[in-house]
């Protein structure tokens, strides 16, 4: 039995089809990450606590889901937030951190809103204050309003 050679010419195309699809799969999964849902909600959290960390109260109070802007309002956040956590805690900057998210099937916001998919993370305040080294963690959900990643909180009712 004869084997047949592949020439020079048909090894290199096979090499650039190989090359080719590696690079459409690569394409395509970059696509899909840059863009998924938890990768959106993620950057609507880190903005918002951008924000905070800017003393920019108001910016971050306007990523907030509707039923935090009912229980907060703007002037009432920012001069909370700025009161508490700057004057307070002797700090004029802070530094944060977000934890790794999780995925939370079925979450409803308060007793008005429907059920859906949500984001949850933790967030970590870290400050140099005038009572030394602090870190305050608080559990960060991210859902979908009108289309858009909000920031909002759990309170005991």
Not at 121 to 146: D, H, M, N, R, W
Request: charged share 25%; hydrophobic share 40%.
């Amino acid at each position: 039995m004869r084997r047949r050679r592949l020439n020079k010419q048909s090894k290199r195309l096979i090499l650039l089809s190989i090359v080719l699809v590696i690079l459409i799969l690569l394409f395509v999964f970059l696509l899909l990450y840059l863009f998924s849902d938890e990768r959106q909600a993620v950057k609507v959290a880190d903005t918002f606590y951008q924000h905070e960390q800017q003393g920019d109260f108001g910016d971050s109070w306007g990523l907030f889901h509707s039923s935090m802007k009912e229980r907060f309002s703007k002037s009432e956040y920012v001069q909370d937030r700025a009161h508490v956590f700057l004057e307070h805690f002797g700090v004029t900057a802070f530094d944060y951190q977000l934890s790794e998210t999780e995925k939370v099937k079925d979450y409803q916001v308060n007793e008005n809103t429907s059920l859906q998919t949500a984001y949850r993370l933790t967030a970590t305040y870290i400050y140099e204050s005038k009572y030394g080294y602090l870190e305050i963690s608080q559990p960060v959900f991210l859902v979908q309003e009108e289309g858009e990643w909000c920031v909002t909180w759990e309170y005991n009712q």
